[in-house]
């Protein structure tokens, strides 16, 4: 019987990792330095690196999402069933990854999504929790409203 083990990701060896993130199929870390790194299963833009989903855009290995270089600091990272939400120490919140069921929740149908898009409804509700799931999202309000 085949029993895994742990494994050190060799590429964040010597890099400070403040902060991971992991469901399903796709992981990301933050340094330090505010740097954030992806790595799994992108088959719809999930990582968001920008790259079309299906076929071998999928990452073994950690890779920077360079999308995020220069603005304010990461507060959390929830990752969905192929999406992820990104919310910024200002508030600001982006997505990217699958849409199919509209579980990114910014009032269109586009499929996917396969770089960060910010997300202007959810910024303007004054969001303080956000989790997610198979297809769909929840989010709560500093007025305790959910949506």
């Not at 200002?90 to 910014?106: K, R, T």
Request: aromatic share 12%; with cysteine; hydrophobic share 40%.
């Amino acid at each position: 019987m085949n029993h895994p083990t742990l494994e050190e990701i060799n590429s964040l060896k010597n890099i400070k990792i403040i902060k991971i993130y992991s469901k399903y199929d796709h992981n990301f870390a933050i340094s330090n330095t505010n740097i954030i790194y992806s790595w799994g299963r992108n088959w719809h833009g999930e990582l968001g690196l920008g790259e079309l989903g299906l076929g071998d855009n999928n990452r073994a290995q950690p890779e920077e999402v360079k999308f995020f270089n220069g603005k304010p600091k990461m507060k959390e990272i929830i990752c969905g069933f192929g999406f992820t939400y990104f919310i910024l120490i200002n508030n600001e919140i982006f997505v990217c990854g699958a849409n199919d069921s509209v579980q990114l929740g910014l009032g269109n149908n586009i499929e996917n999504f396969y770089l960060p898009e910010k997300h202007k409804i959810l910024e303007n509700l004054n969001i303080i929790e956000l989790c997610a799931g198979r297809n769909h999202s929840l989010a709560l309000s500093s007025i305790l409203f959910i949506y």
